[in-house]
């Protein structure tokens, strides 16, 4: 079974602070995904990566940023948490980026105070 | 651009109902589409799939029938439970991404 873990559940952190959130997963798959899952908007892309030390901007990729030094492991980086950035982050991973299934982990619920 | 739109939930059904959630879209060519669920407290996970038009994706007692005339994928299943209350969530392949609708919450009552 593929498995897509996230380093935390649950966040709280103050405005301004850096928040780095992690994602592992254990199939080798090429392709990584961060979302960010809001009420009545569904998941927006943040960034997306084909390869290591790959990345692409996705549809919001405004105040954070990514880092995937390892093809099992694709961080996203909040530079300086805003409350704006309250969310539900959902990270993926793929085999590949297209027709194939997109693996979720649990997803890690942010409050920024 | 290409897009997704889902009915607005939470959709309340009893135990046994019928159950349809409407997704319908808008895309150049012809797209696969994909039906998600996310149960309480848990990640997102396929629930089925259709590649071309026509295609019928089903899984747990639920399908869908790619309809290239109406552009729609409607979920179905013929007899809901309490265990499938979740967000279900439709999405189209563009452009190597997937696009999502705004999910849809089940509810289902005993």
């Known amino acids: 079974d593929v498995k897509v873990t996230q380093s935390s559940r649950y966040l709280v952190k103050r405005t301004g602070e850096k928040v780095f959130l992690e994602c592992v997963q254990d199939m080798d798959h090429e392709n990584m995904f961060w979302y960010r899952q809001d009420p009545g908007l569904g998941l927006r892309l943040i960034y997306f990566s084909y390869d290591v030390k790959m990345k692409e901007k996705g549809d919001i990729p405004e105040g954070y940023s990514v880092s995937r030094e390892k093809k099992e492991r694709f961080s996203l980086i909040l530079e300086s948490a805003s409350t704006n950035q309250t969310s539900m982050y959902l990270c993926a991973s793929s085999e590949d980026p297209g027709q194939e299934t997109q693996y979720f982990g649990p997803g890690t619920r942010l409050l920024v105070l | 651009g290409n897009s997704v739109t889902q009915m607005e939930g939470p959709v309340t059904l009893s135990e046994e109902a019928f159950l349809t959630i409407n997704c319908t879209y808008t895309a150049t060519g012809y797209p696969s589409l994909f039906w998600y669920v996310q149960y309480p407290g848990e990640g997102l996970q396929l629930l089925l799939k259709a590649t071309k038009a026509d295609d019928k994706g089903s899984n747990k007692g639920f399908e869908a029938t790619y309809r290239k005339e109406t552009t729609s994928f409607h979920l179905e299943k013929g007899s809901v439970q309490v265990s499938d209350s979740a967000v279900y969530f439709c999405?189209?392949?563009?452009?190597?991404?997937?696009?999502w609708g705004a999910g849809t919450k089940l509810i289902i009552k005993p």
């Open positions: 999405a189209l392949d563009s452009n190597y991404q997937l696009i």
